[in-house]
Nanobody
Framework: QVQLVESGGGLVQAGGSLRLSCAASGRTFSSYPVGWFRHAPGKEREFVAAISWSGGKQYYADSVKGRFTISRDNAKNTAYLQMDSLKPEDTAVYCC??????????????????????WGQGTQVTVSS
């Protein structure tokens, strides 16, 4: 069993930065990929970024590529999402997900939320114009 807790959200002006954290409890977190998704009002939850268990491979949504950076520190059981050059359209609740079974490799399935077995409650990010 893995429990995930996100933090680091808040209110920021357009062009600003935030760093989100996803802290995990449980033994399997460091062995599997982690993904970040976001859910804005009136929209479906969408993929943001994913990272392999080692941190050596990452995927990004086109909308955040070049502005967001996903990373992880397995010694701390924590994943991060560094968000720079934020735009008002980035406003959403950001959630992290972790796999807990199946393939340990990062594949294109990471773009889909049903790939993940555990989820946090999310942290609100609001970007003002």
């Amino acid at each position: 069993q893995v429990q995930l807790v996100e933090s680091g959200g808040g209110l920021v002006q357009a062009g600003g930065s935030l760093r989100l954290s996803c802290a995990a409890s449980g033994r399997t977190f460091s062995s599997y990929p982690v993904g970040w998704f976001r859910h804005a009002p009136g929209k479906e939850r969408e993929f943001v970024a994913a990272i392999s268990w080692s941190g050596g491979k990452q995927y990004y949504a086109d909308s955040v590529k070049g502005r967001f950076t996903i990373s992880r520190d397995n010694a701390k059981n924590t994943a991060y999402l560094q968000m720079d050059s934020l735009k008002p359209e980035d406003t959403a609740v950001y959630c992290c997900g972790s796999k807990g079974r199946g393939s340990k490799f990062l594949t294109l399935e990471a773009f889909y939320e049903n790939e993940y077995d555990y989820w946090g409650q999310g942290t609100q990010v609001t970007v003002s114009s």
